[in-house]
């Protein structure tokens, strides 16, 4: 039953030249691999000494040579940058990432769909560091392409069971009461390849609907309020975007309440136009697709829409045939971002092994970690400060002895939920369905230090 | 003493055309202002009513006519991107604002410096949102210009009094436990002008030599525990950084081995060149020089070393003539960025006051606005989380009803030390010192709405 199985399907854009993985991962480049692996390991060596004492092995980086050291031939001849005049302030009005790293895009999976309009790029994971997603490489998912709308000629109606429907300008909303809250989105769909044992190749297609933001707008409860909604028999909301392909979706009103928000910033700055400049629906713990960009319209309603985007798309097969509807709320996930698949590990001894935890349920309170594939765990350190419905970084120390390794991360969240095996999910729901995998992610070392994907039952 | 004497002086990147404040400050075009003085006032109308029901006017928003309402011309008029195909995904693998944003820049005061290389860019806090600074948005400030540093050539050397003096690459620092923590960076000049009663135009000019980010990196502690330095001698640590300034500053031991990290990533990715790519110093709580950049030196040592960039820069000029030194804790301090100068409000009703409060000893507990020059105070609503040594929003409900009105914000941090005056400041710091202005600072409003930047006493 802990046996792994390896069903790695190596996709057309992780072969690309360039896109190897280097010092983000905490890894290096393919010429640097190749350089060690031809004997010259002297830049990365042995265990990390302050935390695993108990390994044999030298120290992380370079020793110095006592007092009588004369430095490295690299600090010696001092580079132009410590001698020359550099650039100016604001040369960059809009400042910009390092040329060195060009390679960090988010990339869409060539064949998913059939127009790139309607498609998804991905983040990538591997490459990121604490819960903000930088705006630059925020997820995509469109169903009709994205436009960027000018602010001042966008409106948002909010009408159906209200007192007084009303249509909002951009300047009407940001002079309301405001609040800026951070949280997780994901795509139903994320990790939606797994169903079917089509084990893709990076944490950057596995889990790369996934972004996290500090939200800045308003509360919807706010707009209903002052629309005059009728609190007796309003039991749903409706939400509209303004893009091609009319995305409507349906909210409970407990929930529209409770904590959504028409919002027009992300991470300090206005919304960027792929994520639904000037103004999306903000749900935290509900499916991507609930958040609705561009967004046009509110409606007010005692049912139910069943739209097309809630019983053609967004839907859960199970064995029998049947769909799951309304199946919104993205239960209690985690994965190991670093190391992952198509990444290499260099060196045996200490490595940071980190990933990201998240539940639409709340709080996460706990991640455990195992090496060996789910007979043994050990629980990770969880960065804070602990937020509702947004990412949790978790670390922990590993020290490799070269031996193959399964990774994986289980998380637990305030409800007491505890992210299920692959096999416990498929128990339930089958392996016909396309949402809502939240199922233990592992990770294979292999002696080489290659990582790749492998489901374990 | 409450009288307010207007000072403004007006720089001349302020009269710039294509500087005008529009959506994302609540506020609109010049081309818009002129509507609205010429007399169209229907797109923006008295009080919202849900907060302000004591004052007479009518709703925010363009009331609908009941049901028989068939809408609006521009809702009617479907616009090209509810009837097309829009762009495809990672159309841009690595996003940018807006068309419409372009205005939002960070900028360098003329004059300021002789040259450019060595100057301030400030960012534009007027139009940001939440806490959260976008990195293409973090001030700058160089001491001989920025670099774009290849990490695979970058070095940090830890020496000095410990045991083991070592030379890290980026592999090595990538690979040990990491932290990642959200902290403010404030110049310690921020605000300087102010010292002179030169109150320049605009909270990007006045206090935009500040910014907010997660941080990710290795904490100082670890390196230092790794290298085994002189726990009982080594009272200081001496950083410098790897350009042409060769920026150097010490920092006391218990501030080392309390929450300062060697820093790789601002936001989720790798540190932006202009913010010291591959790495910095993240020096929670002190001013910004010594955040070190581009880092290629941590010395431990007995005694602190008196640099230039700590004793010809970054001292305080008290008024007997004598500099304070090592002054480097950024004392507690707000301000409200909407409204604020160079900002028009368009009409009576109700605003969402907004604004910024922060303390490098800790958290913020509480801020107070007054919209009278400080004789009257009320509490605002502050933002969660509540982190220490990190940026807090606030914001508070005002009814504005046409009469002049001077607004301030005065925020308390966990010490109980209460942000002062700035005659209170004045008092024990003359005016003849450049930094470490953390006074109460006043805007006023005039009756045709226009936000400008007053001295109180």
């Given at each position: 039953?802990?046996?792994?199985?390896?069903?790695?399907?190596?996709?057309?854009?992780?072969?690309?030249?360039?896109?190897?993985?280097?010092?983000?991962?905490?890894?290096?480049?393919?010429?640097?691999?190749?350089?060690?692996?031809?004997?010259?390991?002297?830049?990365?060596?042995?265990?990390?000494?302050?935390?695993?004492?108990?390994?044999?092995?030298?120290?992380?980086?370079?020793?110095?040579?006592?007092?009588?050291?004369?430095?490295?031939?690299?600090?010696?001849?001092?580079?132009?940058?410590?001698?020359?005049?550099?650039?100016?302030?604001?040369?960059?009005?809009?400042?910009?990432?390092?040329?060195?790293?060009?390679?960090?895009?988010?990339?869409?999976?060539?064949?998913?769909?059939?127009?790139?309009?309607?498609?998804?790029?991905?983040?990538?994971?591997?490459?990121?560091?604490?819960?903000?997603?930088?705006?630059?490489?925020?997820?995509?998912?469109?169903?009709?392409?994205?436009?960027?709308?000018?602010?001042?000629?966008?409106?948002?109606?909010?009408?159906?069971?209200?007192?007084?429907?009303?249509?909002?300008?951009?300047?009407?909303?940001?002079?309301?009461?405001?609040?800026?809250?951070?949280?997780?989105?994901e795509c139903g769909a994320n990790t939606g390849?797994?169903w079917?044992?089509?084990?893709?190749?990076?944490?950057?297609?596995?889990?790369?609907m996934?972004?996290?933001?500090?939200?800045?707008?308003?509360?919807?409860?706010?707009?209903?309020?002052?629309?005059?909604?009728?609190?007796?028999?309003?039991?749903?909301?409706?939400?509209?975007?303004?893009?091609?392909?009319?995305?409507?979706?349906?909210?409970?009103?407990?929930?529209?309440?409770?904590?959504?928000?028409?919002?027009?910033?992300?991470?300090?700055?206005?919304?960027?136009?792929?994520?639904?400049?000037?103004?999306?629906?903000?749900?935290?713990?509900?499916q991507g697709v609930?958040?609705?960009?561009?967004?046009?319209?509110?409606?007010?309603?005692?049912?139910?829409?069943?739209?097309?985007?809630e019983?053609?798309h967004y839907v859960d097969l199970m064995?029998?045939?049947?769909h799951r509807q309304y199946s919104s709320i993205q239960e209690?996930?985690?994965?190991?971002?670093?190391?992952?698949?198509?990444?290499?590990?260099?060196?045996?001894?200490?490595?940071?092994?980190?990933?990201?935890?998240?539940?639409?349920?709340?709080?996460?309170?706990?991640?455990?970690?195992?090496?060996?594939?789910?007979?043994?765990?050990?629980?990770?350190?969880?960065?804070?400060?602990?937020?509702?419905?947004?990412?949790?970084?978790?670390?922990?120390?590993?020290?490799?002895?070269?031996?193959?390794?399964?990774?994986?991360?289980?998380?637990?969240?305030?409800?007491?939920?505890?992210?299920?095996?692959?096999?416990?999910?498929?128990?339930?729901r089958?392996?016909r369905s396309i949402y809502h995998n939240n199922?233990?992610?592992?990770?294979?070392?292999?002696?080489?230090?290659?990582?790749?994907?492998?489901?374990?039952?």
């Amino acid at each position: 039953m802990d046996r792994p199985r390896r069903r790695v399907v190596r996709m057309p854009t992780d072969a690309k030249p360039g896109r190897v993985q280097r010092a983000p991962e905490g890894f290096l480049t393919q010429q640097q691999i190749a350089a060690v692996q031809s004997g010259r390991r002297d830049f990365l060596r042995g265990a990390f000494v302050a935390a695993s004492a108990a390994v044999a092995g030298t120290a992380i980086a370079q020793p110095l040579r006592g007092s009588d050291f004369k430095g490295e031939s690299e600090i010696l001849e001092l580079p132009e940058h410590t001698k020359g005049l550099g650039q100016p302030v604001a040369a960059r009005g809009y400042g910009s990432p390092s040329q060195f790293e060009q390679n960090l895009q988010r990339r869409e999976s060539p064949g998913l769909t059939r127009v790139s309009a309607a498609s998804v790029s991905f983040a990538p994971l591997q490459a990121l560091f604490g819960i903000i997603t930088p705006n630059g490489l925020h997820f995509e998912r469109h169903h009709q392409g994205w436009w960027d709308i000018d602010p001042s000629k966008h409106r948002l109606m909010v009408m159906g069971m209200v007192k007084q429907p009303k249509v909002y300008t951009m300047d009407d909303l940001m002079r309301l009461p405001s609040v800026s809250r951070m949280h997780f989105i994901e795509c139903g769909a994320n990790t939606g390849m797994e169903w079917g044992n089509v084990a893709v190749p990076t944490v950057q297609y596995t889990h790369g609907m996934l972004s996290c933001c500090e939200y800045t707008g308003v509360l919807l409860s706010t707009l209903l309020d002052d629309c005059g909604f009728d609190r007796k028999n309003g039991k749903f909301i409706l939400a509209e975007g303004a893009d091609g392909s009319s995305m409507t979706r349906t909210i409970s009103m407990d929930r529209a309440l409770d904590d959504v928000m028409v919002a027009w910033a992300m991470n300090g700055e206005m919304l960027r136009p792929e994520n639904g400049y000037p103004i999306r629906l903000v749900a935290p713990g509900l499916q991507g697709v609930s958040w609705v960009k561009w967004l046009r319209r509110i409606e007010v309603g005692d049912q139910p829409w069943a739209t097309k985007d809630e019983t053609l798309h967004y839907v859960d097969l199970m064995p029998d045939g049947v769909h799951r509807q309304y199946s919104s709320i993205q239960e209690c996930k985690s994965v190991i971002t670093t190391p992952s698949g198509g990444q290499t590990i260099l060196d045996k001894g200490f490595h940071n092994v980190t990933g990201l935890a998240w539940s639409g349920r709340g709080r996460i309170k706990r991640v455990d970690v195992s090496f060996d594939g789910g007979r043994n765990w050990r629980t990770a350190r969880l960065e804070n400060p602990e937020m509702p419905k947004c990412l949790r970084r978790f670390n922990i120390d590993w020290v490799w002895n070269g031996a193959p390794a399964i990774l994986q991360s289980r998380a637990i969240d305030e409800t007491g939920y505890v992210q299920p095996k692959i096999n416990q999910l498929r128990a339930v729901r089958g392996s016909r369905s396309i949402y809502h995998n939240n199922a233990i992610q592992s990770w294979k070392v292999a002696e080489t230090g290659e990582v790749s994907n492998v489901q374990v039952y």
